[in-house]
């Protein structure tokens, strides 16, 4: 059947960041709603962001195009033009290829919950703007050790 139960897909804590990049991110929360239909050139994401935490470090994709749509709360994106704020039905997007390192950040007092929705190309790749990171092909079809320092040094 292709209704998705969004009670039962898994929900992830935190992030796979190597520590200490993992920090920021410890107070998020996140269902793959694509990933119990299996489907495969999509994903579609509902990520609940707490008080105080951030939706992953500052980055870019060289293959994959990015959409969010808040649905509750408040939020700041940030982004190489700044920051700014974000409402419940406000969306921002981040076109594949284009080095605009982002991410979000809840200062807010209550949760804020996301919809983020991108591709699922395993030749996707890129870089973190504010730290000494980036992340490797294939973490779709095989999730971990896909980070290395810029140089090329393992990390995790």
């Known amino acids: 059947m292709p209704t998705i139960n969004i009670a039962t897909c898994p929900?992830?804590?935190?992030?796979?960041?190597?520590?200490?990049?993992?920090?920021?991110?410890?107070?998020?929360?996140s269902q793959a709603l694509t990933q119990a239909p299996d489907l495969t050139q999509f994903g579609?994401?509902?990520v609940r962001i707490e008080p105080g935490a951030w939706s992953s470090q500052r980055h870019w994709h060289v293959h994959e195009d990015e959409f969010v749509w808040v649905l509750?709360?408040?939020?700041?994106?940030?982004?190489?033009?700044?920051?700014?704020t974000l409402h419940a039905g406000d969306c921002a997007g981040?076109?594949?290829?284009?080095?605009?390192?982002?991410?979000?950040?809840?200062?807010?007092?209550?949760?804020?919950?996301?919809?983020?929705?991108?591709?699922?190309?395993?030749?996707?790749?890129g870089e973190y703007s504010d730290i000494d990171?980036?992340?490797?092909?294939?973490?779709?079809s095989?999730?971990?050790?896909?980070?290395?320092?810029k140089d090329g040094k393992k990390l995790g």
Do not use: W
Request: one cysteine or more; proline letters at 5%; a negative charge.
């Open 142 to 149: 095989s999730p971990g050790g896909y980070y290395e320092t």
């Open 11 to 29: 929900l992830i804590h935190g992030s796979r960041y190597p520590s200490p990049y993992d920090e920021p991110c410890r107070n998020k929360q």
């Open 94 to 125: 981040f076109k594949a290829g284009v080095k605009d390192g982002h991410h979000f950040i809840n200062e807010s007092a209550v949760d804020a919950l996301l919809l983020v929705v991108g591709s699922r190309d395993d030749r996707d790749h």
């Open 44 to 46: 579609v994401n509902l």
């Open 133 to 140: 990171m980036r992340f490797l092909a294939n973490r779709y």
């Open 72 to 84: 509750e709360g408040e939020i700041i994106l940030v982004s190489d033009a700044g920051r700014e």
